[in-house]
């Protein structure tokens, strides 16, 4: 007779006492979760010892259980070690919920328009607990994430284990690696900084130049919202890189991951005779199965793994955030993500069509059909000597394309340019102008010259009442407002170029005046101006390089940086040398040298602490 | 022998399999026409999509249509006058031909900036010139500034609309009204190419 009008726990209760019908409730709940195994069962397992119960319960999570309905029941002994896979598809997978964790948790903090992102920037970075330790993380993991399935091509062609029957598996990986460089340039726009702006300006330049004209423009115009990156822009790489690219990478892990399985993981090479595929049949002593033994490593790796990023995010990374996006103002040096850099450097071989767009999309179907096209049997290395040099040769070429992607190769900047660039440049690609670090008490109001580092420190007052005599008497022609040539005498030319009304300290008559000595960081970034305009001796002729600091209000001052030289006879970029290795300094018809000056500032406010970095 | 006549037999019957294909049914054909505009649909709904997804474009937006009058336009031979809201410059040649250029560099999508000086657009990334027509000087990139189309309204009346984006010439007549295209820009002269 039931307790109750219906049978119940209390009958159980009534039945084999209190204690007994607890634990079993207990065991009954834990097998109903575990989808099969009970109390009992997971002691075996943990302790090592062979399940007592048949059918196997280790089996049942998988045959019965949704989340490991997808993970084997068992591998080969010989694909647990490091050797051959090097767990770079484990990792590829773990970076996908890694960074899908991470950036939901960014997305709480995060709104997609240009007028609030670079300052919701800041407040992740400032104000949010762990705020910037989850963007570096996800940042990081991001960068990790596209090495990782680089190298996890790379080993499957190695070893290749692209080869039949795994065909179709390789084409869903070449897929996911496609879906990986999207992800990770979409996420490069939402910090909305100058080298987000830019970076994808850059990238975005080559979508345009898909053929025919028609589809380029209207390809560009989807993508960017608009003739040009703005909130429309910034929105929909968003929305892509949330929801769009994420959805496509998850169906292509599942599609991956399901081929994996049905086709086992491939053994290396040398464990199996030539054309066999014996990855299915795994004698009973090779086994190693999924619960316990593969089920607790991989949760040591992920908790290895994950301390790793921290430990390096905590310590050794920052992801870099640099000033507001401006699109009036494009940095000296920007450069698209370094993934990305092989394919400039293509672009600098010619055509953009043909290497910004045809290039990669051929190399990317060669990627996806090889499988079909190699369809030799044996998978040793030995009788692949063509499969590895090609392989080699590919890594090799991207390799190189990148570097020839970097602003290094293959663009000149004018010298001067160049040199005040590095002199004052705001934070970019983690460095700084030298300029930038000075103390705020060092940077003393005057003008000073590399003029004073040419001699010994004796001689440095005579060095610069020399240079002050000397522009009195300087003179040379520009244009004016009719461009009618006019004769300039530099002192009035450099005063303007200064703009007297940001720099009181230099008024009407200019004078040079010796770095003083209570600046010793001034004095070392004067030293190293003139290395750099001794260097580039040759193009820019008798150099003067000049940095006038002047206050602007109490707590900020303005450093302008300027190079005057005599233009000398120049082919292309680079200065005409005459027999001697001698450059050829041009003149004014009047006989005056001909002179050439650039300029440029930058801000230093008292609290800034480029310093401190 | 036996396996040969076997083998003969075999051969025959794989000779003999050959499937015949009755004509399609009314029910099967009607399946294939309904296939058909499930994929009519999808195209249309592609169409659709893209067309949803294409920006739409404002007066007075970068994207839209500018205005000027008269008075906006600077003197022959002076700078280029600069634009920042549509990236553009409007550009009075010293032998009074207009000209717009969009301020984008062909090469890498970097802004040159006018260098009063030495008269020519220099591009603060890798070193492109260009001159106030927007003709290739020197650098790495591939062209000359590309161009925005023109509507030009003269006081006497007459109405150019420039096609090409090339430079109009004046000829001394006083402009009332300038309308310019931001929408789409029109490719800019090859290196090499004067104008």
New interface residues.
């Given amino acids: 007779m039931s307790i109750l009008p219906f049978p119940s726990f209390l009958d159980d209760i009534k039945d084999k006492g209190f204690k007994k019908a607890i634990f079993e409730g207990i065991n009954e709940v834990v097998e109903r979760s575990t989808a099969g195994m009970n109390i009992q069962d997971i002691r075996e397992a943990l302790r090592g010892e062979a399940p007592t119960r048949r059918p196997n319960p280790r089996l049942q999570p998988h045959a019965d259980g949704f989340w490991l309905h997808m993970r084997p029941s068992y591998f080969h002994k010989d694909m647990t070690g490091l050797y051959p896979e090097f767990r770079l598809g484990w990792l590829s997978t773990y970076f996908v919920f890694f960074e899908t964790i991470t950036g939901l948790l960014l997305m709480v903090w995060y709104t997609p328009s240009p007028t609030v992102a670079y300052g919701d920037m800041l407040n992740i970075l400032g104000n949010v607990p762990l705020g910037q330790l989850m963007r570096d993380l996800h940042r990081l993991g991001a960068e990790f994430m596209v090495l990782i399935v680089c190298l996890h091509m790379i080993r499957t062609f190695m070893t290749a284990s692209y080869k039949k029957p795994r065909q179709f598996t390789w084409a869903t990986g070449v897929i996911l690696l496609l879906f990986t460089l999207l992800l990770s340039f979409t996420g490069y726009l939402l910090p909305w900084d100058q080298l987000a702006l830019w970076a994808v300006t850059i990238g975005a330049s080559m979508i345009e130049a898909a053929p025919p004209a028609i589809v380029g423009e209207n390809l560009n115009l989807l993508v960017r919202g608009g003739p040009d990156i703005g909130a429309n822009g910034l929105l929909r790489f968003y929305l892509a890189h949330v929801l769009l690219l994420p959805a496509f990478l998850f169906i292509f892990t599942g599609v991956h991951y399901y081929k994996v399985i049905v086709h086992a993981h491939s053994l290396p090479p040398q464990k199996e005779n030539i054309g066999e595929d014996t990855a299915k049949r795994v004698p009973l002593d090779k086994r190693v199965y999924f619960i316990p033994d593969v089920l607790t490593s991989e949760m040591m790796w992920i908790a290895v793994t994950t301390f790793l990023l921290i430990v390096l995010c905590v310590w050794f990374y920052h992801a870099p955030l640099e000033n507001h996006a401006d699109p009036q103002i494009t940095p000296l040096g920007t450069t698209a993500p370094w993934y990305f850099l092989w394919v400039q450097g293509a672009l600098k071989l010619g055509d953009k069509v043909l290497w910004g767009i045809i290039f990669p999309t051929v190399l990317l179907v060669f990627f996806l059909v090889y499988p079909y096209l190699d369809t030799s049997a044996s998978r040793r290395y030995a009788d692949r000597r063509f499969g590895m040099s090609l392989c080699f040769a590919l890594v090799s070429m991207i390799t190189f394309m990148s570097y020839m992607g970097l602003p290094e190769y293959g663009v000149s900047t004018a010298p001067s340019t160049e040199i005040i660039y590095r002199m004052r440049h705001e934070p970019t690609h983690g460095a700084m102008g030298i300029l930038l670090p000075v103390p705020f008490d060092q940077l003393a109001p005057g003008v000073y010259t590399t003029r004073q580092f040419e001699g010994t420190e004796e001689e440095a007052d005579e060095i610069v009442a020399a240079l002050n005599a000397e522009l009195d008497s300087f003179s040379f022609q520009t244009l004016d407002a009719d461009r009618n040539p006019q004769t300039t005498p530099l002192r009035d030319f450099i005063s303007g170029q200064l703009g007297l009304t940001h720099s009181p300290v230099v008024g009407s008559s200019l004078r040079f005046s010796t770095v003083p000595a209570a600046s010793p960081e001034l004095i070392a970034v004067m030293e190293e101006f003139e290395h750099e305009l001794e260097a580039e001796g040759e193009a820019l002729h008798n150099a003067i390089g000049i940095i006038a600091i002047s206050d602007v209000q109490g707590t900020l001052r303005r450093a302008d940086v300027l190079i005057v030289w005599q233009e000398v006879e120049l082919e292309g970029s680079k200065p005409v040398l005459d027999e001697n290795g001698e450059p050829n300094p041009l003149f004014n018809e009047d006989g005056s040298p001909m002179m050439r000056i650039e300029e440029g500032h930058t801000f230093i406010h008292r609290d800034s602490s480029y310093y401190m970095k | 022998m036996a396996t040969a006549a076997s083998a003969v037999v075999e051969r025959a019957q794989k000779k003999q399999v050959v499937v015949e294909v009755a004509a399609p049914s009314r029910r099967e054909f009607l399946y294939y026409i309904w296939g058909a505009s499930i994929v009519l649909l999808l195209g249309e709904a592609t169409a659709g999509l893209?067309w949803f997804?294409?920006?739409r474009?404002k007066e007075g937006e970068?994207?839209g249509t500018f205005r000027f009058t008269g008075e906006d336009i600077p003197a022959a031979?002076d700078p280029p006058l600069a634009i920042?809201a549509g990236?553009f410059h409007v550009a009075h040649l010293e032998d009074d031909r207009l000209v717009t250029l969009y301020g984008v560099c062909t090469h890498?999508?970097?802004?040159p900036k006018w260098d009063e000086?030495t008269?020519r657009f220099r591009?603060?990334?890798?070193?492109s010139q260009f001159n106030g027509d927007g003709t290739w000087i020197?650098g790495?990139a591939?062209r000359g500034l590309d161009r925005f189309r023109m509507t030009i309204t003269f006081t006497d009346g007459e109405v150019i609309t420039q096609e090409t984006g090339a430079p109009v010439a004046l000829n001394g007549r006083e402009i009332a009204s300038l309308a310019i295209d931001?929408?789409?820009?029109v490719i800019g002269p090859g290196q090499g190419v004067t104008l």
């Fill in positions: 893209i997804a294409l920006p474009f970068f994207g031979g920042p990236r890498l999508g970097c802004l000086g008269i591009c603060p990334c890798h070193g020197t790495p591939p931001s929408s789409d820009k």
